[in-house]
């Protein structure tokens, strides 16, 4: 577990019945190194362009919340765990689900890392059909023999945002995840994320506790050619 930095003061975020939530407001750790230090990837190359600073912010949840109950889609929808995930369907929905958002990571993981990733043991994938297309999906991955479960990805695809979706799916992948019995839930996002992110996960109980600065460094042109 990360160390929590120091707070700073509090923000707000809406709460319940549109009541304002203090939220600590965190420290970046001066302890780590600059972030201008990082090498690129093996993959980047000049002509990508310049790395992008980004902060990530990561947040818990230590008790199962109430259910929400976030208003369902009116067209016609499924939430669905994919058993057995294809890497090239994962991949993806990876793609065009963060193509806005600078989702880097996973398409520089090769075949085998991202293979063992999908196939350890209780990690789940679900994906939010909308008119049997997909529209959204998560994971739940179980650390620490399960006692923390960490919402690993979550987004929805750029056609449907703006249609309420993500307060629905959210809301689905926290209950899912606590049915697992864990002790502890977390997740992160980055400033490179959609600006709403921060504020719908710690609207739905997720409290910050660390953050971290990072370069976003561009893909190579052999990773980018599936733009």
């Known amino acids: 577990m990360r160390s929590a930095p120091a707070i700073s003061h509090f923000t707000t975020v809406p709460g319940p019945n549109g009541a304002r939530v203090p939220t600590p407001r965190l420290k970046p750790d001066s302890s780590k190194p600059d972030v201008t230090d990082e090498a690129p990837?093996?993959?980047?190359?000049?002509?990508?362009?310049?790395?992008?600073?980004?902060?990530?912010?990561?947040?818990?949840?230590t008790a199962r919340p109430a259910p929400r109950r976030a208003p369902p889609p009116l067209d016609a929808h499924a939430l669905m765990r994919v058993e057995e995930p294809a890497l090239a369907y994962?991949?993806?929905?990876?793609?065009h689900t963060g193509r806005d958002w600078m989702w880097i990571d996973r398409r520089r993981w090769d075949d085998d890392r991202l293979a063992a990733h999908l196939a350890a043991p209780g990690y789940a994938l679900y994906v939010l059909y909308l008119k049997g297309g997909p529209a959204g999906f998560f994971e739940l991955v179980p650390h620490d023999g399960g006692t923390r479960i960490d919402l690993g990805l979550f987004g929805i695809m750029p056609e449907f945002i703006g249609r309420k979706l993500g307060p629905f799916l959210l809301d689905q992948a926290i209950q899912l995840a606590w049915e697992r019995g864990p002790q502890r839930l977390t997740v992160d996002t980055c400033t490179l994320d959609h600006p709403r992110a921060l504020a719908l996960y710690q609207k739905f109980g997720f409290a910050p506790y660390a953050t971290r600065d990072r370069l976003a460094w561009p893909l190579g042109p052999d990773l980018a050619k599936l733009d």
């Not at 994962?90 to 793609?95: E, G, K, Q």
């Open 41 to 61: 990837p093996p993959d980047w190359v000049p002509a990508a362009g310049p790395a992008r600073p980004s902060r990530i912010t990561f947040l818990e949840m």
């Open 90 to 95: 994962f991949r993806w929905l990876y793609h």
